[in-house]
């Protein structure tokens, strides 16, 4: 004990740290440097890894906002907390990590840094306060790990598994029993002590969950307790430094890659795909091999935790398609993990005589030892694998939606899209090997600058009924109403270009359409990965809207409001775009338009994907609903940020689908909910929809409608016309 | 081996057809033009076979300036070469005309098979790949849904009503491709780019030493009526009076029956 600090007792409470293991601290020391080393040693293989394979990429810039990520998923754990058992054990454990650690590191700091120096902090009811919140911290993650026990050997959910079949690794076991036993062994070295002084020190109460449990050691020797002790506490620190040394190589890892990768996620708007910059003169397009991503790209897959909140929600999956996001990610891994050990010795080969170089090559030597002696004579490196067609097959490659429900949802920010988008890319661009209907679908963009393929000089022809002009006949207007393909030429869409023509005609609203000037907005191109077809048809929108000088810009499919609003920009075409739901809010909370005839029935809207997720449009819908007489409104199981796909995003819309079908799955879905209404704000939805209602035989009872059809039903200012009977008799005269 | 493969640019088949005021053609104005669809299979199965037993493919081509893109379509999907045939006398000559001209310039190249389409969906005259091969010499066969080669051996399947052909003969020859003989492929992005630089031969009539003396004129082109409007069964509402109904007027007002 160190002199000049009071002595512990009543008043003067506290804990004597080393008790009855004095002689303890030099070998805890040694231990704890050997611990230390081989993480040291795997965290630096590991760090060799992120850093030999993928393109660059900047990820590091824009700190303060990275700063917030950070905090905001990796130390509040915001995304974790959104599904309550796995959010509350995952915190349990995390958080009470957390305390349990700065309580040893205030431990330590007084122990070895200022009691030499005669101050003792950790006194009176500072220590009282500070034991008791250690114990209940302990309790949480002992809570925790119970939690986690159960459920991962327990309850088994379906995202712990790839269907059915559990991915669970011995990794997982030996990760949550360390955790265990260190939580465990730490509550009876407590017990033991406060057992052997409780007379001493009967604040110990404090500590209640090891005063509590000292009575379990009632009548053992005050001997044979303090050998108890001495054993339990040798136990405990192996297991904790065990645990440290562990992580680099172990799922542990997540400790260091999850938070790094939430550090590092893209600031860029929601699901903008980086565009493919010079078509001239590259030599590759898109990503055929792992070397084609991006460092960072590979790296997310060193952040995922095989948690599977994806999965949960993938519309693909969920209706037994191939794709799962969480396998396609630990799929990348893998072939990381087998490719990335050669990256690194041929970086380390390469890179001259530098100290880390020459500690890298001698890692290399070791790793390559430790296969030659694990494999038994003649290793042999793994065989090579094509990233496109066996390590991430061609199904789970086109089966994606892009409906963004992973990468919203993942609790380690992981980016799924973008890697699934530039493996089609490379299908598309270098291989030109895909799905038939979609090559149909990509020439009728080229020739007839839709994906139906309807002549092109057809397409303002739906305008003609309502008369509204071009801008070619009056450019002097203060919207651009960007009509895109479905509102042009799709026989339901056009009903929906109509009704909202005429809201805003009967709003006073003054707006334009390109007419046969506009082209296909090229969101399905783009995410099919035929990022040359997007460029040239984006190119030609914004070549057209410039020349009119066209400032605001209206769409009613959220496919081409996202493209204008995101991704056009790559291009130099910046405009303030809006999506027609809303400008419709924001019309009835002005009082431009009134929604007076009453539209009886229940609605339920289904969130587009490329208006909530992609956008964070979510409520300007729901208030349009909200704001219709007569309306009942119901939510689905699934909405908002959680919302189910209808199936036709990422290209899907133009391609066959295989298994069960998405849109079924979605409109069986409301019609659980009882909608007699499925209220939409996307074309691609509202066949989705129609076409999931008559699967389900309801074509009498339900209906899909685009939200500015109902309102405009609701403003009551048409006559509703009766279905023209063809073969009525003929008037009387 | 040596592979010709004849392209025509045609109207896109969504295009919006309309006819000159005088009638001596179309408005080109807004059309969107595109390879016909027929020849893009030929195409096809020329590069198919280059893959399969080696070689090149040229493509030859008749048009205007603008048909040079279409061209370089085929060449993106992966053809080595082109000869673009670019005369005022010639671009919209009859099928005779066309198929000499073809003829002349193919025959200034080393040649093993030449690919036609069965027809141009523009003029549908069905006539030039059967001329070419006349004026070659070379035997023909037509319509073509499969087509084998082994050595100088060609096997080919043409479809007749209810039945099939199987026709053999021996290169060179020519073959006119239809719907089912492949599914044409989608251009690589590299391909596209390559195709820019690929060498295309530039010809004209007096090059070729042909005669631009037409053996038919189109003397006139007429839009077809307008259709008047359907017609809704009301008679009767079963569907037996219905199919009554239809008989009747199939047989009295349309009398196709």
């Not at chain 1, 339990?232 to 790094?260: K, Q, V």
């Not at chain 2, 493969?5 to 408005?27: N, R, Y």
């Not at chain 2, 030449?114 to 523009?122: L, M, N, S, V, W």
Request: one cysteine or more.
């Amino acid at each position: 004990m160190a002199h000049g600090i009071a002595p512990i007792g009543i008043g003067n409470e506290g804990r004597q740290v080393f008790w009855n293991a004095d002689s303890f601290e030099l070998f805890l020391f040694l231990f704890t440097g050997i611990a230390m080393v081989i993480f040291a040693v795997g965290l630096f293989r590991r760090w060799q890894m992120w850093t030999a394979m993928g393109k660059p990429e900047i990820r590091m810039d824009n700190v303060n906002e990275r700063l917030k990520l950070l905090w905001r998923n990796g130390i509040l754990q915001i995304k974790t907390w959104q599904d309550p058992y796995p959010g509350v054990m995952h915190g349990m454990i995390f958080f009470g990590f957390f305390v349990l650690i700065f309580g040893a590191a205030f431990d330590a700091t007084e122990f070895h840094i200022t009691e030499p120096f005669g101050i003792a902090f950790l006194r009176g009811k500072f220590y009282l306060v500070f034991s008791m919140i250690m114990d209940l911290f302990g309790l949480f993650v002992l809570i925790g790990v119970l939690m986690a026990l159960w459920r991962r050997y327990i309850l088994r959910p379906d995202r712990l598994t790839y269907k059915g079949q559990p991915d669970s690794t011995p990794d997982d076991a030996i990760v949550l029993l360390l955790i265990l036993g260190i939580i465990v062994t730490g509550f009876v070295i407590e017990a033991l002590r406060i057992h052997v002084t409780w007379q001493q020190a009967p604040w110990e109460v404090w500590s209640f969950v090891g005063w509590n449990l000292a009575k379990a050691f009632a009548g053992v020797e005050p001997g044979s307790a303090k050998a108890m002790h001495a054993a339990t506490w040798w136990i405990h620190t192996f297991i904790a430094l065990g645990f440290i040394a562990y992580i680099p190589y172990s799922r542990l890892m997540h400790i260091i890659t999850t938070p790094a990768n939430h550090f590092m996620t893209t600031l860029k708007p929601v699901g903008q795909l980086e565009p493919i910059a010079d078509f001239e003169n590259a030599e590759s397009f898109g990503v055929g091999t792992l070397e084609e991503f991006t460092w960072k790209q590979i790296f997310d897959s060193d952040a995922c935790t095989r948690c599977g909140r994806c999965q949960d929600g993938c519309p693909a999956y969920l209706t037994g398609k191939h794709l799962s996001p969480k396998k396609l990610v630990q799929d990348i891994k893998t072939y990381w993990l087998e490719k990335a050990p050669a990256a690194v010795a041929a970086k380390n080969a390469a890179a001259g005589d530098g100290k880390l170089a020459k500690l890298g090559r001698i890692l290399d030597l070791v790793s390559l030892l430790g296969k030659y002696k694990m494999a038994g004579e003649g290793y042999q490196p793994p065989a090579e694998r094509a990233l496109i067609g066996e390590v991430v097959d061609l199904h789970e490659l086109w089966d994606c939606t892009n409906c963004m429900y992973c990468m919203e949802n993942c609790s380690a920010s992981i980016e799924h899209v973008p890697k699934i988008v530039g493996m089609r890319q490379y299908k598309v661009l270098m291989d030109a090997d895909f799905a038939p209907e979609l090559q149909l679908t990509y020439r009728n963009m080229e020739n007839n600058s839709n994906p139906w393929g309807v002549g092109s000089h057809l397409r303002a022809d739906w305008a003609k009924e309502v008369g509204v002009k071009t801008l070619a006949e009056d450019a002097n207007v203060e919207y651009l109403f960007y009509v895109g393909c479905a509102g042009s030429f799709d026989d339901r869409g056009k009903k929906v270009s109509i009704a909202f023509a005429k809201i805003l005609q009967a709003a006073g609203i003054s707006f334009g359409i390109l007419g046969t000037e506009e082209s296909c907005c090229g969101d399905s191109a783009m995410r099919g990965g035929n990022e040359y077809l997007y460029q040239t048809l984006a190119q030609a929108n914004i070549e057209v809207m410039k020349a009119y000088g066209v400032k605001k810009i209206i769409a009613t499919c959220p496919h081409g409001y996202n493209a204008l609003k995101k991704d056009y920009p790559n291009f130099d075409g910046n405009f303030e775009v809006y999506h027609h739901t809303e400008i419709i809010a924001d019309l009835i909370a002005q009082g431009k338009i009134k929604l007076q005839k009453p539209v009886e029935g229940t609605f339920t809207y289904h969130d587009s994907c490329f208006l909530g997720r992609y956008n964070n449009v979510y409520e300007q819908p729901r208030k349009i609903l909200a704001a219709v007489p007569g309306a009942k409104t119901v939510e689905m199981a699934r909405n908002h940020g959680k919302s189910f796909c209808c199936g036709a995003g990422g290209a899907r819309m133009w391609m066959e689908e295989h298994g069960d079908r998405i849109n079924d799955a979605r409109a069986k879905q409301a019609i659980d909910v009882n909608a007699d209404t499925i209220a939409v704000g996307c074309p691609f939805c509202l066949t989705m929809m129609s076409d999931g209602i008559k699967d389900h035989s309801k074509e009498e009872s339900m209906v899909a409608l685009d939200l500015a059809e109902i309102v405009w039903k609701a403003m009551g200012l048409e006559e509703e016309k009766a279905p023209v009977e063809v073969c009525a008799a003929p008037a009387e005269e | 081996m040596n592979i010709i493969a004849c392209v025509k640019q045609v109207p896109d088949t969504e295009a919006q057809i309309k006819v000159k005021a005088d009638g001596s053609g179309i408005e080109e104005g807004g059309i969107k033009w595109v390879m016909n669809p027929y020849d893009e299979f030929g195409v096809e199965e020329a590069l198919k076979l280059k893959e399969k037993a080696g070689g090149d493919v040229t493509i030859v081509s008749i048009g205007p300036a603008r048909a040079m893109e279409t061209i370089r379509t085929a060449l993106a999907m992966g053809a080595e070469k082109g000869v673009h045939i670019d005369d005022p006398a010639l671009n919209a000559a009859d099928a005779y005309t066309t198929a000499a001209a073809l003829a002349a310039a193919i025959k200034g190249l080393p040649y093993d098979i030449i690919f036609c389409g069965q027809r141009a969906i523009d003029d549908d005259s069905a006539q030039v790949g059967a001329i070419l091969a006349e004026i070659l010499g070379v035997p023909q066969v037509t319509f073509v849904t499969k087509l084998e080669i082994d050595g100088t051996k060609v096997k080919a399947v043409r479809p007749i009503e209810g039945a099939q052909l199987v026709i053999e003969t021996s290169l060179p020859c020519v073959i006119t491709a239809t719907k089912g003989l492949n599914e044409p492929r989608y251009a690589s992005l590299p391909g596209i780019m390559k195709a820019k630089k690929k060498p295309v031969e530039a010809k004209n009539a007096a090059a070729l030493g042909v005669s631009t003396d037409a053996k038919s004129k189109v003397a006139k082109m007429i839009p077809p009526p307008a259709r008047p409007p359907g017609k809704i069964l009301c008679a009767d509402d079963t569907p037996e009076g219905k199919a009554a109904e239809l008989a009747k007027l199939l047989r009295e007002e349309a009398k196709v029956i």
